[in-house]
Protein backbone atom coordinates (compact mmCIF):
# COMPACT_ATOMS: atom_id res chain seq x y z
CA UNK A 1 0.00 0.00 0.00
CA UNK A 2 1.35 3.49 -0.75
CA UNK A 3 2.59 5.66 1.88
CA UNK A 4 0.03 8.32 1.43
CA UNK A 5 -2.21 6.39 1.63
CA UNK A 6 -0.88 4.85 4.67
CA UNK A 7 -0.88 8.64 5.76
CA UNK A 8 -4.84 8.77 4.82
CA UNK A 9 -5.39 5.83 6.86
CA UNK A 10 -3.63 7.08 10.15
CA UNK A 11 -5.55 11.04 9.92
CA UNK A 12 -9.17 9.45 9.51
CA UNK A 13 -8.36 7.09 12.92
CA UNK A 14 -7.25 10.54 14.89
CA UNK A 15 -9.86 12.67 12.83
CA UNK A 16 -13.02 10.31 13.88
CA UNK A 17 -11.83 9.65 17.07
CA UNK A 18 -14.38 11.33 19.84
CA UNK A 19 -11.73 10.67 22.65
CA UNK A 20 -8.92 12.93 21.54
CA UNK A 21 -5.43 11.63 20.72
CA UNK A 22 -4.49 9.79 23.83
CA UNK A 23 -3.70 5.80 23.06
CA UNK A 24 -4.07 2.93 24.99
CA UNK A 25 -2.49 -0.46 22.53
CA UNK A 26 -3.64 -3.82 22.80
CA UNK A 27 -1.85 -6.39 21.67
CA UNK A 28 -3.38 -10.24 20.19
CA UNK A 29 -1.59 -13.09 19.26
CA UNK A 30 -1.44 -11.86 15.61
CA UNK A 31 1.34 -9.70 16.77
CA UNK A 32 3.47 -13.34 18.13
CA UNK A 33 2.99 -15.19 15.44
CA UNK A 34 4.62 -13.22 13.00
CA UNK A 35 7.99 -13.76 15.63
CA UNK A 36 7.77 -17.47 15.23
CA UNK A 37 5.47 -18.78 17.81
CA UNK A 38 1.97 -20.76 16.76
CA UNK A 39 -1.32 -19.64 16.39
CA UNK A 40 -3.62 -20.32 19.33
CA UNK A 41 -5.13 -23.10 16.61
CA UNK A 42 -1.63 -24.51 16.17
CA UNK A 43 -0.41 -24.89 19.69
CA UNK A 44 -4.09 -26.40 21.01
CA UNK A 45 -3.89 -28.51 18.40
CA UNK A 46 0.23 -29.72 19.23
CA UNK A 47 -1.01 -30.00 23.04
CA UNK A 48 -4.44 -32.14 22.61
CA UNK A 49 -2.21 -34.39 19.36
CA UNK A 50 0.31 -35.09 22.03
CA UNK A 51 -2.54 -36.82 24.36
CA UNK A 52 -4.31 -38.87 21.06
CA UNK A 53 -3.30 -41.98 20.65
CA UNK A 54 -1.01 -42.51 18.15
CA UNK A 55 -3.85 -45.22 16.38
CA UNK A 56 -6.53 -42.32 16.78
CA UNK A 57 -4.09 -39.42 15.36
CA UNK A 58 -4.62 -39.14 12.04
CA UNK A 59 -8.47 -39.41 12.42
CA UNK A 60 -8.04 -36.76 15.03
CA UNK A 61 -6.02 -34.50 12.50
CA UNK A 62 -8.97 -34.59 9.79
CA UNK A 63 -11.59 -34.08 12.49
CA UNK A 64 -9.72 -30.56 13.85
CA UNK A 65 -8.47 -29.54 10.57
CA UNK A 66 -11.59 -26.87 10.17
CA UNK A 67 -11.91 -26.58 14.27
CA UNK A 68 -12.32 -22.80 14.67
CA UNK A 69 -10.58 -23.24 17.69
CA UNK A 70 -9.68 -18.98 18.01
CA UNK A 71 -13.43 -18.54 18.94
CA UNK A 72 -13.02 -20.57 22.18
CA UNK A 73 -9.24 -21.29 22.59
CA UNK A 74 -9.22 -20.06 26.53
CA UNK A 75 -12.06 -22.29 27.47
CA UNK A 76 -10.10 -25.34 25.32
CA UNK A 77 -6.89 -24.45 27.23
CA UNK A 78 -8.63 -24.99 30.58
CA UNK A 79 -9.84 -28.29 29.37
CA UNK A 80 -6.55 -29.54 28.63
CA UNK A 81 -4.99 -28.42 31.39
CA UNK A 82 -7.29 -30.63 33.39
CA UNK A 83 -5.69 -33.54 31.79
CA UNK A 84 -1.86 -32.76 31.42
CA UNK A 85 -1.36 -30.00 33.66
CA UNK A 86 -0.97 -26.48 33.68
CA UNK A 87 2.67 -26.84 33.95
CA UNK A 88 3.13 -28.86 30.97
CA UNK A 89 1.22 -26.55 28.59
CA UNK A 90 3.50 -23.46 30.43
CA UNK A 91 6.60 -25.54 29.40
CA UNK A 92 5.13 -26.11 26.38
CA UNK A 93 4.99 -22.36 25.48
CA UNK A 94 8.30 -20.94 27.03
CA UNK A 95 10.18 -23.13 25.16
CA UNK A 96 8.63 -21.95 22.08
CA UNK A 97 9.25 -18.63 22.92
CA UNK A 98 12.35 -18.60 24.76
CA UNK A 99 14.66 -17.88 21.66
CA UNK A 100 12.44 -15.51 19.62
CA UNK A 101 13.59 -12.17 19.20
CA UNK A 102 10.66 -9.13 18.36
CA UNK A 103 9.69 -8.38 15.17
CA UNK A 104 9.72 -4.96 13.49
CA UNK A 105 6.17 -4.76 14.47
CA UNK A 106 7.20 -4.99 17.90
CA UNK A 107 9.38 -2.17 16.92
CA UNK A 108 6.81 0.04 15.75
CA UNK A 109 4.53 -0.65 18.76
CA UNK A 110 6.99 0.31 20.99
CA UNK A 111 7.54 3.74 19.57
CA UNK A 112 3.63 5.02 19.80
CA UNK A 113 3.24 7.78 22.57
CA UNK A 114 0.96 5.41 24.40
CA UNK A 115 1.05 5.43 28.46
CA UNK A 116 0.02 1.65 28.52
CA UNK A 117 -0.12 -1.54 26.28
CA UNK A 118 -1.97 -4.28 27.34
CA UNK A 119 -1.59 -7.78 26.02
CA UNK A 120 -2.93 -11.22 26.76
CA UNK A 121 0.23 -12.85 25.36
CA UNK A 122 2.16 -15.35 27.53
CA UNK A 123 5.43 -13.70 26.01
CA UNK A 124 7.89 -10.95 26.81
CA UNK A 125 8.48 -9.88 23.12
CA UNK A 126 7.43 -6.21 23.80
CA UNK A 127 9.33 -6.20 26.95
CA UNK A 128 12.24 -7.02 25.40
CA UNK A 129 11.90 -4.55 22.80
CA UNK A 130 11.61 -1.78 25.32
CA UNK A 131 14.74 -3.23 27.20
CA UNK A 132 16.69 -3.55 23.51
CA UNK A 133 15.90 0.04 23.87
CA UNK A 134 16.84 0.91 26.95
CA UNK A 135 13.59 2.19 27.74
CA UNK A 136 12.41 1.66 31.74
CA UNK A 137 8.55 -0.05 31.84
CA UNK A 138 5.92 -0.86 34.12
CA UNK A 139 4.78 -4.72 34.05
CA UNK A 140 1.30 -4.36 35.21
CA UNK A 141 -0.74 -8.07 36.76
CA UNK A 142 -1.94 -7.27 40.04
CA UNK A 143 -4.20 -4.49 42.22
CA UNK A 144 -0.37 -3.89 43.98
CA UNK A 145 0.97 -3.19 40.51
CA UNK A 146 -1.38 -0.36 39.79
CA UNK A 147 -0.82 1.23 42.80
CA UNK A 148 3.01 1.42 42.39
CA UNK A 149 2.65 2.87 38.69
CA UNK A 150 5.14 5.53 37.61
CA UNK A 151 3.39 7.50 34.71
CA UNK A 152 6.89 8.42 33.76
CA UNK A 153 7.13 4.97 32.23
CA UNK A 154 4.62 3.18 29.53
CA UNK A 155 2.88 0.35 31.21
CA UNK A 156 2.15 -3.02 29.93
CA UNK A 157 -0.67 -5.08 31.56
CA UNK A 158 -0.50 -8.91 31.30
CA UNK A 159 -4.03 -9.65 31.41
CA UNK A 160 -3.04 -13.24 31.05
CA UNK A 161 -0.09 -13.48 32.99
CA UNK A 162 3.61 -14.07 32.26
CA UNK A 163 5.73 -17.00 30.92
CA UNK A 164 8.35 -15.47 33.05
CA UNK A 165 5.49 -15.93 36.00
CA UNK A 166 4.03 -18.96 35.51
CA UNK A 167 1.70 -18.82 39.02
CA UNK A 168 0.60 -15.66 37.06
CA UNK A 169 -1.18 -17.68 34.05
CA UNK A 170 -4.76 -17.92 33.38
CA UNK A 171 -6.42 -19.61 30.12
CA UNK A 172 -9.69 -16.81 30.22
CA UNK A 173 -10.80 -13.24 31.82
CA UNK A 174 -14.07 -15.62 32.58
CA UNK A 175 -12.11 -17.60 35.30
CA UNK A 176 -12.81 -17.21 39.16
CA UNK A 177 -8.81 -16.19 39.21
CA UNK A 178 -9.89 -13.13 36.90
CA UNK A 179 -12.73 -12.28 38.76
CA UNK A 180 -13.21 -8.55 39.82
CA UNK A 181 -13.18 -9.63 43.74
CA UNK A 182 -9.74 -10.26 43.04
CA UNK A 183 -8.43 -7.37 40.40
CA UNK A 184 -11.18 -4.39 41.69
CA UNK A 185 -8.27 -1.75 41.42
CA UNK A 186 -6.35 -3.35 38.25
CA UNK A 187 -10.06 -3.41 36.53
CA UNK A 188 -11.06 0.11 37.21
CA UNK A 189 -8.18 1.15 36.30
CA UNK A 190 -8.87 -0.66 32.31
CA UNK A 191 -12.47 0.55 32.40
CA UNK A 192 -11.35 4.20 32.93
CA UNK A 193 -8.41 3.58 29.82
CA UNK A 194 -11.07 2.02 27.63
CA UNK A 195 -13.50 4.38 28.53
CA UNK A 196 -11.51 7.66 27.60
CA UNK A 197 -8.88 6.62 25.34
CA UNK A 198 -8.66 5.92 21.63
CA UNK A 199 -7.90 1.82 22.11
CA UNK A 200 -6.13 0.20 19.05
CA UNK A 201 -5.52 -3.22 19.34
CA UNK A 202 -3.37 -4.71 16.80
CA UNK A 203 -3.07 -8.81 16.27
CA UNK A 204 -6.88 -9.23 16.91
CA UNK A 205 -9.80 -11.10 15.10
CA UNK A 206 -12.93 -9.62 16.66
CA UNK A 207 -14.02 -13.47 16.16
CA UNK A 208 -11.54 -14.72 18.54
CA UNK A 209 -13.01 -15.59 22.27
CA UNK A 210 -10.39 -13.10 23.86
CA UNK A 211 -11.20 -9.98 21.93
CA UNK A 212 -14.56 -10.61 23.01
CA UNK A 213 -13.89 -11.13 26.65
CA UNK A 214 -12.07 -8.03 26.31
CA UNK A 215 -15.56 -6.15 25.00
CA UNK A 216 -17.91 -8.05 27.58
CA UNK A 217 -15.66 -7.13 30.76
CA UNK A 218 -14.32 -3.59 29.61
CA UNK A 219 -16.76 -1.86 27.12
CA UNK A 220 -19.49 -4.36 26.81
CA UNK A 221 -21.84 -2.33 29.61
CA UNK A 222 -20.47 1.16 29.00
CA UNK A 223 -22.25 3.96 27.66
CA UNK A 224 -19.42 6.00 27.65
CA UNK A 225 -18.16 7.06 24.23
CA UNK A 226 -15.15 4.41 23.94
CA UNK A 227 -13.15 4.53 21.11
CA UNK A 228 -12.29 1.15 19.54
CA UNK A 229 -10.30 0.46 16.62
CA UNK A 230 -9.18 -3.08 15.16
CA UNK A 231 -6.47 -2.94 12.53
CA UNK A 232 -6.62 -6.22 10.65
CA UNK A 233 -5.50 -7.36 7.21
CA UNK A 234 -8.68 -8.24 6.67
CA UNK A 235 -12.35 -9.31 8.51
CA UNK A 236 -15.99 -11.46 7.40
CA UNK A 237 -18.20 -8.40 5.81
CA UNK A 238 -20.75 -9.58 7.98
CA UNK A 239 -18.63 -9.88 11.05
CA UNK A 240 -17.54 -6.28 10.40
CA UNK A 241 -20.99 -5.38 10.20
CA UNK A 242 -22.13 -6.71 13.88
CA UNK A 243 -19.27 -4.91 15.64
CA UNK A 244 -19.63 -1.71 13.81
CA UNK A 245 -23.07 -1.59 15.12
CA UNK A 246 -21.35 -2.13 18.45
CA UNK A 247 -19.18 1.07 18.18
CA UNK A 248 -15.59 -0.73 16.80
CA UNK A 249 -14.05 0.75 14.06
CA UNK A 250 -12.04 -1.14 11.97
CA UNK A 251 -8.74 0.09 9.63
CA UNK A 252 -7.87 -2.86 6.89
CA UNK A 253 -3.68 -3.08 6.58
CA UNK A 254 -2.01 -6.09 5.30
CA UNK A 255 0.21 -7.77 7.51
CA UNK A 256 3.33 -6.32 5.68
CA UNK A 257 2.30 -2.63 5.77
CA UNK A 258 1.36 -3.13 9.64
CA UNK A 259 4.78 -1.70 11.23
CA UNK A 260 4.84 1.34 8.16
CA UNK A 261 1.36 2.39 9.17
CA UNK A 262 2.26 2.06 12.97
CA UNK A 263 5.03 4.42 12.32
CA UNK A 264 2.93 6.76 10.64
CA UNK A 265 0.30 6.90 13.49
CA UNK A 266 3.18 7.46 16.00
CA UNK A 267 4.22 10.31 13.81
CA UNK A 268 0.61 11.64 13.90
CA UNK A 269 -0.26 11.54 17.37
CA UNK A 270 3.56 12.99 18.13
CA UNK A 271 2.18 15.95 16.33
CA UNK A 272 -0.15 16.95 19.41
CA UNK A 273 1.46 20.26 21.34
CA UNK A 274 3.38 19.64 24.65
CA UNK A 275 1.48 20.85 27.65
CA UNK A 276 3.61 22.46 30.25
CA UNK A 277 2.61 20.81 33.56
CA UNK A 278 2.21 22.42 36.85
CA UNK A 279 4.08 22.98 39.38
CA UNK A 280 3.35 21.18 42.88
CA UNK A 281 2.17 23.30 45.47
CA UNK A 282 2.45 22.42 49.02
CA UNK A 283 -1.12 23.76 50.09
CA UNK A 284 -3.28 22.19 47.22
CA UNK A 285 -5.59 19.19 48.30
CA UNK A 286 -7.42 17.32 45.32
CA UNK A 287 -11.40 15.81 46.47
CA UNK A 288 -12.28 13.11 44.55
CA UNK A 289 -15.53 10.71 44.66
CA UNK A 290 -18.52 10.02 42.78
CA UNK A 291 -21.73 12.20 42.05
CA UNK A 292 -23.59 10.25 44.87
CA UNK A 293 -20.83 11.52 47.46
CA UNK A 294 -21.33 15.27 45.47
CA UNK A 295 -22.70 16.81 49.04
CA UNK A 296 -19.58 15.13 51.34
CA UNK A 297 -17.42 16.44 48.74
CA UNK A 298 -18.74 20.22 48.90
CA UNK A 299 -18.48 19.67 52.45
CA UNK A 300 -14.70 18.73 52.46
CA UNK A 301 -14.13 21.46 50.01
CA UNK A 302 -15.07 23.59 52.47
CA UNK A 303 -13.19 22.52 55.12
CA UNK A 304 -9.97 22.00 53.02
CA UNK A 305 -10.06 25.69 51.73
CA UNK A 306 -11.23 27.00 55.47
CA UNK A 307 -7.99 24.95 56.68
CA UNK A 308 -6.12 27.60 54.63
CA UNK A 309 -5.64 24.57 51.17
CA UNK A 310 -6.10 24.80 48.01
CA UNK A 311 -8.87 22.13 46.94
CA UNK A 312 -9.01 20.79 43.43
CA UNK A 313 -11.55 18.30 42.00
CA UNK A 314 -11.52 16.54 38.85
CA UNK A 315 -14.27 18.82 37.31
CA UNK A 316 -10.50 20.77 36.84
CA UNK A 317 -8.29 18.74 35.63
CA UNK A 318 -10.34 15.27 33.42
CA UNK A 319 -10.66 16.64 30.05
CA UNK A 320 -11.70 14.65 26.75
CA UNK A 321 -8.68 14.53 25.21
CA UNK A 322 -6.99 12.84 28.09
CA UNK A 323 -7.30 9.52 29.47
CA UNK A 324 -8.06 9.04 33.67
CA UNK A 325 -4.62 7.54 34.16
CA UNK A 326 -2.90 10.90 32.55
CA UNK A 327 -5.12 13.44 33.97
CA UNK A 328 -4.28 11.95 37.63
CA UNK A 329 -0.71 11.86 36.81
CA UNK A 330 -0.96 15.48 36.05
CA UNK A 331 -2.62 16.06 39.14
CA UNK A 332 -0.07 14.25 41.09
CA UNK A 333 2.34 16.86 39.95
CA UNK A 334 0.11 19.34 41.49
CA UNK A 335 -1.39 18.13 44.71
CA UNK A 336 0.60 17.56 48.01
CA UNK A 337 -2.21 15.03 49.32
CA UNK A 338 -6.07 14.01 48.57
CA UNK A 339 -8.98 13.07 50.37
CA UNK A 340 -11.31 10.55 48.13
CA UNK A 341 -14.79 9.90 49.11
CA UNK A 342 -16.20 6.26 48.78
CA UNK A 343 -20.26 6.15 48.64
CA UNK A 344 -22.24 3.49 47.04
CA UNK A 345 -22.79 3.38 43.44
CA UNK A 346 -26.07 4.95 42.76
CA UNK A 347 -25.97 3.19 39.46
CA UNK A 348 -26.30 -0.09 40.83
CA UNK A 349 -29.51 -0.35 43.34
CA UNK A 350 -29.24 -1.66 46.97
CA UNK A 351 -25.58 -1.92 46.78
CA UNK A 352 -23.08 -1.27 49.07
CA UNK A 353 -20.41 -1.40 46.38
CA UNK A 354 -18.48 1.88 45.44
CA UNK A 355 -17.63 2.96 41.79
CA UNK A 356 -15.13 1.29 40.29
CA UNK A 357 -13.71 4.08 38.94
CA UNK A 358 -13.24 5.94 42.53
CA UNK A 359 -11.55 2.49 43.84
CA UNK A 360 -9.19 3.00 40.98
CA UNK A 361 -8.47 6.46 42.06
CA UNK A 362 -8.03 5.52 45.72
CA UNK A 363 -5.55 2.90 44.48
CA UNK A 364 -4.06 4.69 42.60
CA UNK A 365 -3.28 8.50 44.59
CA UNK A 366 -2.44 6.22 47.22
CA UNK A 367 0.97 4.52 45.33
CA UNK A 368 1.64 8.10 43.95
CA UNK A 369 1.20 10.53 46.86
CA UNK A 370 1.70 7.76 49.67
CA UNK A 371 -0.47 6.22 52.51
CA UNK A 372 0.01 8.73 54.73
CA UNK A 373 -1.18 11.51 52.34
CA UNK A 374 -4.08 9.91 51.35
CA UNK A 375 -7.37 10.12 53.29
CA UNK A 376 -10.83 7.99 52.03
CA UNK A 377 -13.87 9.10 53.36
CA UNK A 378 -16.49 6.21 53.61
CA UNK A 379 -19.79 6.22 53.41
CA UNK A 380 -21.15 4.15 56.42
CA UNK A 381 -22.80 1.54 54.10
CA UNK A 382 -19.45 1.07 52.07
CA UNK A 383 -17.99 -2.66 52.16
CA UNK A 384 -15.92 -3.10 49.11
CA UNK A 385 -12.44 -1.07 50.06
CA UNK A 386 -9.75 -3.35 49.22
CA UNK A 387 -7.64 -4.83 51.50
CA UNK A 388 -3.97 -3.63 50.31
CA UNK A 389 -4.79 -0.34 51.07
CA UNK A 390 -3.58 -0.63 54.46
CA UNK A 391 -2.37 2.54 56.08
CA UNK A 392 -4.73 4.77 54.73
CA UNK A 393 -6.47 7.34 56.83
CA UNK A 394 -10.53 6.70 56.97
CA UNK A 395 -13.02 8.45 58.03
CA UNK A 396 -16.24 7.51 57.93
CA UNK A 397 -18.75 10.20 56.92
CA UNK A 398 -22.31 10.48 59.28
CA UNK A 399 -25.39 12.70 57.66
CA UNK A 400 -26.24 13.55 60.66
CA UNK A 401 -22.96 14.54 62.41
CA UNK A 402 -21.50 16.83 59.72
CA UNK A 403 -18.84 18.51 62.54
CA UNK A 404 -17.48 14.63 63.50
CA UNK A 405 -15.87 14.75 59.78
CA UNK A 406 -15.06 17.95 59.34
CA UNK A 407 -13.41 17.98 62.52
CA UNK A 408 -11.40 14.69 61.33
CA UNK A 409 -10.30 16.10 58.49
CA UNK A 410 -8.80 19.27 59.59
CA UNK A 411 -6.96 17.45 62.46
CA UNK A 412 -5.20 15.07 59.13
CA UNK A 413 -4.52 18.27 56.98
CA UNK A 414 -2.93 20.02 60.84
CA UNK A 415 -0.60 16.76 61.00
CA UNK A 416 -0.17 16.74 57.29
CA UNK A 417 0.96 20.59 56.47
CA UNK A 418 4.02 19.54 59.28
CA UNK A 419 5.15 16.87 57.58
CA UNK A 420 7.61 17.65 54.63
CA UNK A 421 7.00 17.04 51.14
CA UNK A 422 9.72 15.04 49.04
Known amino acids: MAEQTLETLARTVLERSRSGRSLTVCLGAGVSIAAGLPSWNSLVK ?22 PIDINAGELLEFIAKDIGAKTIVDYIRAKTEHLQPTELHTALAKLPASTFITTNYDTLLEKTFSSRGEP ?10 SLLNAEKPAIVKLHGSIENPQTIVFSLKKKSMSRTNREVLDSYLRALFATS ?32 VLTPAENLLTKRLWESRGVRFVEVSTTDMPAFIRILSDELQKKPKIQKPTKSKRTVFVSGSAESLPIIKQIERVVSTAGFEPITSDNFLTPSKTVFESLNELTQNAMAAVVVLS ?14 VLFELGYLTGRLGRDRVMAVLHR ?20 RPRVLSSLVQDWLSKLSKTPIE
Open 46 to 67: ELVEQRVPLAEREVFKNEVSNY
Open 137 to 146: FNVVMTDEDV
Open 198 to 229: LVLFVGYSVQEEWFQELYERYRGSSESAADWV
Open 344 to 357: PDGQRARTSLTSQN
Open 381 to 400: DISNVPSDLAGVSFAVADFN
